[in-house]
C-alpha cells in the first residue's frame, strides 16, 4: 500500500554526515497477507489505511528524537526540549518533539516500531496472518520489518 507517510525532522547520532539536522518525507507502505474473508478482502484498505494515517499523523511535522540513544543529553528547560549531542545544543518548543523508543531514528528503527503498532492494532483482524512494513526515508533508502500475527 503506496501514498502514506509523514515529513519529519531528524538526525542520525554517530553517522558523520547524518548527525546533522535535517528532514524526510517518509514513505510507509504496508503488504497484508492472510485469507480473504466472504467479500475477498484480507482487509479493508479504507480501515487498514485509516490506520496506518494515525501513526503518521503522530509523526508528521514533528522533530523526532531517539529516547533510546546514550548519546542525547537532555539538558534541564521548562517550556522548550533542550538537548546536546556530542557537544552541539539544541532548544526546541516542546510541541514540536516527538521521543520516539528507538536507539536512532533510521528506517530500520522506524520500521520496527510502526510494525509493533499496527500489529496491536489489527489484533482484532483475525483473519491477517503476517505483515510487512516499508519505511522510506528517501528513493532506494528504505527497510522492512515482517510481523506475524497471532490470533
Ligand atoms: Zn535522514
Redesign the pocket.
Known amino acids: 500500500m503506496e501514498g502514506l507517510g509523514f515529513s519529519a525532522a531528524?538526525f542520525?547520532i554517530g553517522h558523520k554526515k547524518?548527525e546533522y539536522l535535517?528532514g524526510?518525507n517518509w514513505r510507509v507502505g504496508v503488504t497484508v497477507e492472510g485469507k480473504q474473508d466472504e467479500r475477498g478482502l484480507v482487509v479493508d484498505f479504507l480501515e487498514l489505511k485509516s490506520l496506518i494515517k494515525k501513526i503518521c499523523e503522530n509523526y508528521d511535522h514533528r522533530l523526532l528524537l531517539p529516547e533510546k540513544n546514550p548519546s542525547i543529553q537532555r539538558l534541564s528547560s521548562k517550556n522548550s526540549v533542550r538537548v546536546s549531542i556530542h557537544g552541539r545544543e539544541f532548544e526546541f518548543p516542546t510541541e514540536d518533539v516527538v521521543w520516539i523508543p528507538v536507539i536512532n531514528t533510521t528506517v530500520e528503527e522506524l520500521a520496527r516500531l510502526i510494525a509493533d503498532e499496527l500489529v496491536k492494532k489489527l489484533s482484532l483482524y483475525q483473519n491477517v496472518d503476517k505483515i510487512t512494513v516499508l519505511v522510506e526515508?528517501s528513493p532506494g533508502e528504505s527497510a522492512t520489518e515482517e510481523r506475524r500475527i497471532k490470533t
Do not use: K, L, R, S
Request: proline share 0%; charged share 15%.
Open positions: 531528524h542520525i547524518c535535517h524526510h526515508e
